[in-house]
Nanobody, 124 residues
Framework: QVQLVESGGGLVQAGGSLRLSCAAS????????MGWFRQAPGKEREFVAA????????YYSDSVKGRFTISRDNAKNTVYLQMNMLKPEDTAVYYC?????????????????WGQGTQVTVSS
């Protein structure tokens, strides 16, 4: 069993930055691909970014490419999402997720473990 705990959300003005963190329990973190998803009120959960178990490959949705950066520190069992140039449309609950395999996916149903989410609000 893997437990994921997100932190770092908050209120920020448009154009600002936030860094989300996701701390994972267990000794198999380094073998798991990780992803970030978000869900705005009344909308479906959508893919934001993903990273392979080694951190060697990263993937982004078109809406965040060039503004967000996903990274991981396997020694600390933590994955990060650096969010720059934030826009009001980035407002959502952000979720960290883990797969039981090393390669990434943009599909929520292919992730086995989920955090509780952290709220990000971007004011205009």
């Amino acid at each position: 069993q893997v437990q994921l705990v997100e932190s770092g959300g908050g209120l920020v003005q448009a154009g600002g930055s936030l860094r989300l963190s996701c701390a994972a329990s267990g000794r198999t973190f380094s073998r798991k691909a990780m992803g970030w998803f978000r869900q705005a009120p009344g909308k479906e959960r959508e893919f934001v970014a993903a990273i392979t178990s080694s951190g060697g490959s990263t993937y982004y949705s078109d809406s965040v490419k060039g503004r967000f950066t996903i990274s991981r520190d396997n020694a600390k069992n933590t994955v990060y999402l650096q969010m720059n140039m934030l826009k009001p449309e980035d407002t959502a609950v952000y979720y960290c997720a883990a797969r039981s395999v090393s390669y990434s996916s943009g599909r929520p149903y292919e992730y086995d473990y989920w955090g509780q989410g952290t709220q990000v609000t971007v004011s205009s």
